[in-house]
T-cell receptor
Framework: AQSVAQPEDQVNVAEGNPLTVKCTYS??????LFWYVQYPNRGLQFLLK??????LVKGSYGFEAEFNKSQTSFHLKKPSALVSDSALYFC?????????????FGPGTRLSVLP | EAGVVQSPRYKIIEKKQPVAFWCNPI?????LYWYLQNLGQGPELLIR????????DSQLPKDRFSAERLKGVDSTLKIQPAELGDSAVYLC????????????????FGPGTRLTVL
């Protein structure tokens, strides 16, 4: 069975400071990992994904994420937060070795960037 | 390129009434997903279509929910009759490849339909 945990319901950070939104996952095989962002009354927007290869993945709006197989983590990071980054962030996983397996989304982390 | 289109954006109905949601995926996308998102939670899959075939509807409450994807393009999700607990956001997403073939393609989401059942 697949699962995703986002251990923090809420992350607060000052504008200009680095931010980290945590994600850990569980799959029986190897993972595909995704990060999405959701603004109020909007659908989910794709930020970045890890398929294979380089463990550091760069995505939209200056975000990046690091895949750590030993810790089964895929934390989202940004060197300098903007107020406009305030939103709900979702991590998702799919088992790469189980064709047809659906995506599983985490419960979300609300990021608040304070001016 | 146009994104995933959903309508209506908002719907308010009384319990026991029927309701339908419509989704038009990104052109050329073969896989279509319907998700349920409760407030403050992540999306949960209801049904996945690959072309016109519903390949995974294990999470769809079939006593009251139904869906169709005629001609493998647009899709409609219906609830009849609606219950108070159905109040949520219903998201549609699409991806180009087929999940059953192991695609790594990204899912793209529509804006969702916010359903309120009174």
């Amino acid at each position: 069975a697949q699962s995703v945990a986002q251990p923090e319901d809420q992350v607060n950070v000052a504008e200009g400071n680095p931010l980290t939104v945590k994600c850990t996952y569980s799959v029986s095989g190897n993972p595909y990992l995704f990060w999405y962002v959701q603004y109020p009354n909007r659908g989910l927007q794709f930020l970045l994904k890890y398929i294979t290869g380089d463990n550091l993945v760069k995505g939209s709006y200056g975000f990046e994420a690091e895949f750590n197989k030993s810790q089964t983590s895929f934390h989202l990071k940004k060197p300098s937060a903007l107020v406009s980054d305030s939103a709900l962030y979702f991590c998702a996983v799919r088992d790469r070795d189980n064709y047809g397996q659906n995506f599983v989304f985490g419960p979300g982390t609300r990021l608040s960037v304070l001016p | 390129e146009a994104g995933v289109v959903q309508s209506p954006r908002y719907k308010i109905i009384e319990k026991k009434q029927p309701v339908a949601f419509w989704c038009n995926p990104i052109s050329g996308h073969n896989t279509l997903y319907w998700y349920l998102q409760n407030l403050g939670q992540g999306p949960e899959l209801l049904i996945r279509y690959e072309n016109e075939e519903a390949v995974d509807d294990s999470q769809l409450p079939k006593d009251r929910f139904s869906a169709e994807r005629l001609k493998g393009v647009d899709s409609t999700l219906k609830i009849q009759p609606a219950e108070l607990g159905d109040s949520a956001v219903y998201l549609c997403a699409s991806s180009k490849g087929l999940a059953g073939a192991g695609t790594t393609d990204t899912q793209y989401f529509g804006p969702g339909t916010r359903l309120t059942v009174l």
